[in-house]
């Protein structure tokens, strides 16, 4: 009676024949490891206050059957047996979920519809389509949703990114991602906030929101003087930019009355003129980081 478990990791050796004995817990938060379906399942049906599940590495084949009314949280991580059917039928299961993370699945269409995600993250899904991912940031389907991470669906060309409560969008390691899927995205989410698309493909996508604050293209190695020169006239209100890598850079205009931070390391053939133009140009700078 001393102590209260209310998180719980568990990683079976084996599958013994008495899991559905298991007692009622009042687990708030529970990881499983290399489990199946029967083993999900008999936990949930003995944990009905759990907020928080996370799935590693199992051998999933279906959703568990279970209704989840209390969990927020939901994370399945290398759970590659999982058929998209299911999936959707396993996250509709959870109606007030506020984050999901999937990652490293072999998701490729699937559904999620929550009134209440704000947090969603489906990463290193080199299937996830772009049909899916439209559907995904949805403002129809996820109302609140405010954090997107698809880092790592290389698979990604032109999802639709359209939405208007969304405030930080992460896109690493998408490197096929077009132009106007970028542009797009910009123009049609007004509270962006936080942009990260670290080893992009943007060439000559035009960057443009009164909101952003923080943009991040470092190593995006197609990125062109006219890009960078356009967004600092049509992102009033960034403080941040890191455009490190990015070797194309020749003598972009760095000219921007709010900007604080840019890191311009391995920019390896900006030319001094440029770096005349942004002490000149940028009133506001705090930092500057430069290094070849």
């Given at each position: 009676d001393r102590f209260r478990v209310r998180r719980l990791s568990i990683i079976p050796d084996e599958e013994p024949g008495d899991w559905a004995s298991l007692p009622q817990t009042s687990l708030h938060t529970l990881c499983l490891r290399g489990v199946t379906d029967q083993i999900v399942r008999y936990f949930l049906a003995c944990s009905p206050r759990l907020q928080g599940?996370?799935?590693?590495?199992?051998?999933?084949?279906?959703?568990?059957?279970?209704?989840?009314?209390?969990?927020?949280?939901?994370?399945?991580?290398?759970?590659?047996?999982?058929?998209?059917?299911?999936?959707?039928?396993?996250?509709?299961?959870?109606?007030?979920?506020?984050?999901?993370?999937?990652?490293?699945?072999h998701a490729s269409n699937f559904t999620v519809a929550l009134p209440r995600l704000e947090l969603l993250s489906v990463t290193h899904c080199r299937q996830l389509t772009d049909q899916c991912a439209s559907e995904l940031l949805s403002p129809s389907n996820n109302p609140s949703l405010r954090f997107v991470d698809l880092t790592e669906d290389r698979g990604l060309l032109s999802p639709t990114i359209a939405h208007p409560g969304l405030e930080i969008a992460w896109l690493m390691h998408c490197s096929q991602l077009t132009d106007s899927a970028v542009a797009n995205m910009f123009q049609n989410c007004p509270s962006l906030l936080a942009a990260n698309l670290v080893q992009s493909s943007v060439e000559f996508a035009m960057i443009c929101s009164p909101s952003l604050r923080t943009l991040e293209l470092t190593t995006s190695q197609k990125l062109t003087d006219a890009v960078v020169t356009q967004l600092l006239q049509y992102c009033p209100s960034l403080t941040f930019l890191d455009v490190g890598h990015c070797c194309q850079l020749l003598e972009p205009k760095f000219a921007h009355a709010a900007l604080e931070t840019i890191l311009l390391s391995f920019c390896v053939n900006l030319r001094e003129a440029a770096i005349v133009g942004l002490f000149a140009n940028c009133p506001s700078l705090r930092y500057v980081e430069l290094a070849v």
């Open positions: 599940l996370k799935v590693v590495d199992s051998r999933l084949l279906g959703e568990p059957g279970v209704l989840l009314p209390n969990l927020t949280s939901l994370s399945l991580t290398g759970v590659v047996t999982l058929p998209d059917e299911q999936l959707s039928r396993l996250v509709a299961s959870c109606q007030n979920l506020r984050s999901l993370y999937i990652a490293k699945c």
